[in-house]
């Protein structure tokens, strides 16, 4: 499998220094139809089908690792982030991953192109639903340049002014992915239901598109939070998440 990143530093500085090559990476029709059908059922039963903007939900993500090609796939992916993060000396990271459950809909545009990375090393994306609008679906856009040294204080300030950049108007948000869209400063991933995308959002920056139609859900699970942001992330995600 192809190495999701190769990363050299030294922990005592609180470091991380990433090589090029940091990349999104897609493993097609992973998950059984079924199964996608069925964690669907479970959140209608459980949350309903309000529009929200995300939910901690553990249980979709048990319910895919029945799959034994699923939990082959996971097994492998976090065994390589590992190795990888080990490199840095990264070796003492936390083992249990953090699930999310995202909603986007034309009521929750407020979480739509806000431009982020993530505290995470490693997020495994599972589209569950996708939107019904075609062009306003809520794709997944990455943007093309890793981060390539990544230190606590600097982590900090980039999560104070993705912040800010979440509170300027929806139509200015929208402006500004588009324009980085046309100058090939991103790109657009589109996905598809039962396939698996991997990436470091540590190192590269996204968003995703508005949706306007329909309801898109994805479970987003990460793993191995280094612990660059002096708190700040875990306060957001109390904030965020019920």
Not at 68 to 82: D, G
Not at 150 to 159: D, Q
Not at 204 to 229: C, E, K
Request: proline share 5%; with cysteine.
């Amino acid at each position: 499998m192809q190495s999701l990143s190769n990363a050299s530093g030294h922990i005592g500085a609180k470091r991380i220094r990433i090589e090029k090559g940091v990349a999104l990476k897609a493993f097609h029709d992973v998950i059984p139809i079924q199964t996608i059908v069925e964690i669907n059922k479970v959140i209608d039963r459980v949350f309903g089908d309000a529009p929200q903007r995300s939910q901690s939900c553990a249980a979709a993500a048990e319910l895919l690792r029945r799959d034994p090609v699923f939990r082959e796939l996971e097994r492998t992916i976090c065994a390589n982030a590992r190795a990888m993060a080990a490199i840095a000396g990264l070796t003492d990271l936390p083992r249990e991953p953090f699930h999310v459950l995202r909603y986007s809909s034309n009521a929750t545009l407020a979480e739509s192109h806000c431009r982020h990375y993530d505290s995470h090393l490693l997020t495994l994306l599972i589209p569950l639903q996708l939107a019904s609008d075609g062009v306003c679906n809520g794709d997944l856009v990455m943007y093309r340049r890793p981060r390539l040294s990544v230190s606590t204080p600097g982590n900090v300030v980039c999560k104070l002014r993705h912040g800010i950049q979440r509170k300027l108007p929806f139509s200015w948000r929208k402006w500004l992915t588009l324009h980085d869209l046309r100058r090939g400063n991103c790109a657009r991933i589109p996905v598809q239901v039962g396939s698996v995308y991997v990436f470091n959002g540590f190192a590269l920056q996204h968003a995703n598109l508005d949706v306007q139609g329909g309801q898109r859900r994805t479970l987003l699970i990460h793993y191995y939070d280094p612990g660059y942001s002096l708190g700040l992330s875990e306060i957001l995600r109390r904030v965020r998440i019920p």
